[in-house]
């Protein structure tokens, strides 16, 4: 059977083969935080992952375990609980030193695809990426939100609302129980820990998956032409 592309499923010799043909990581990056009564806590960094998964699949490349570590969660913001907050400091070191052992490693385009984005959270990310890539011209990283490289196809993010809970029921179906939620009221950020469009109206396994798909195809596109610029370039492999 063939396995997922997972970094820590990977014999070191697949590891080295997969350096030879498409030197590309991927780096999950998400957190523990409040989804809704509907959604498990891992949303943002499962997502991402399985995201990842896919898109190497197409171009080529690993993906790393998801991180769980998410800065400016809903438990500072809103106050909800189930929810562990990581300062920005300690995810900028666990960043740093990941790009740093993964560049080590050989490693070539280097991809954090961010699952977690509260504004404060991709500020902290981006600083790294962008002092790495100022640092270390012999590689290149890539860093965005997800549903940042589809937003010509139409796709908007959310928090726990029809977005992200149409991608877990893409995903990760037995994790969702769209029953939980309050059936007779309007869902906010205040009171649900819910924005963005109603779960209730319009997350659906199949939207999930065209969310997905659409999602996994321009990310495929973006690291794909990263790599080949990458060889024209550097002409080093
Ligand atoms: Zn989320």
Same mark, same amino acid.
């Given at each position: 059977?063939?396995?997922? *592309?997972?970094?820590?499923?990977?014999?070191? &010799?697949?590891?080295?083969?997969?350096?030879?043909?498409?030197?590309?990581?991927?780096?999950?990056?998400?957190?523990?935080?409040?989804?809704?009564?509907?959604?498990?806590?891992?949303?943002?960094?499962?997502?991402?992952?399985?995201?990842?998964?896919?898109?190497?699949?197409?171009?080529?490349?690993?993906?790393?375990? *998801?991180?769980?570590?998410?800065?400016?969660?809903?438990?500072?913001? !809103?106050? #909800?609980?189930?929810?562990?907050?990581? &300062?920005?400091?300690?995810?900028?070191?666990?960043?740093?030193?990941?790009?740093?052992?993964?560049?080590?490693?050989?490693? !070539?385009?280097?991809?954090? @695809?961010?699952?977690?984005?509260?504004?404060?959270?991709?500020?902290?990310?981006?600083?790294?990426?962008?002092?790495?890539? =100022? &640092?270390?011209?012999?590689?290149?990283?890539?860093?965005?939100?997800?549903?940042?490289?589809?937003? $010509?196809?139409?796709?908007?993010?959310?928090?726990?609302?029809?977005?992200?809970?149409?991608?877990?029921?893409?995903?990760? *179906?037995?994790?969702? $129980?769209? =029953?939980? @939620?309050?059936?007779?009221? *309007?869902?906010?950020?205040?009171?649900?820990?819910?924005?963005?469009?109603?779960?209730?109206?319009?997350?659906?396994?199949?939207?999930? !998956?065209?969310?997905?798909?659409?999602?996994?195809?321009?990310?495929?596109?973006?690291?794909?032409?990263?790599?080949?610029?990458?060889?024209?370039?550097?002409?080093? #492999?």
């Amino acid at each position: 059977m063939e396995r997922a *592309p997972r970094y820590e499923l990977m014999r070191p &010799s697949e590891i080295e083969a997969v350096l030879k043909t498409a030197p590309i990581v991927y780096i999950p990056w998400g957190a523990l935080e409040w989804h809704g009564v509907h959604n498990c806590v891992g949303l943002d960094a499962l997502k991402a992952h399985a995201i990842c998964v896919d898109a190497a699949k197409k171009t080529g490349g690993v993906v790393l375990p *998801p991180v769980f570590a998410g800065f400016h969660t809903m438990k500072p913001y !809103k106050g #909800f609980k189930h929810t562990i907050e990581i &300062s920005a400091e300690t995810i900028q070191k666990l960043l740093r030193e990941c790009l740093e052992q993964l560049r080590d490693e050989g490693f !070539k385009v280097l991809v954090i @695809l961010m699952g977690h984005y509260g504004k404060a959270h991709v500020d902290a990310v981006m600083e790294v990426c962008n002092e790495f890539n =100022s &640092s270390y011209p012999d590689v290149t990283v890539l860093a965005f939100p997800e549903y940042l490289v589809a937003v $010509d196809d139409g796709v908007r993010s959310d928090h726990a609302g029809a977005y992200e809970t149409a991608l877990m029921m893409h995903y990760y *179906p037995e994790t969702v $129980d769209l =029953s939980l @939620l309050p059936k007779d009221r *309007p869902l906010t950020v205040d009171e649900d820990g819910i924005g963005g469009e109603d779960p209730r109206e319009k997350a659906t396994a199949e939207y999930g !998956k065209w969310l997905a798909e659409t999602i996994v195809n321009r990310l495929a596109e973006k690291v794909t032409n990263a790599l080949n610029k990458f060889k024209t370039l550097h002409r080093c #492999f």
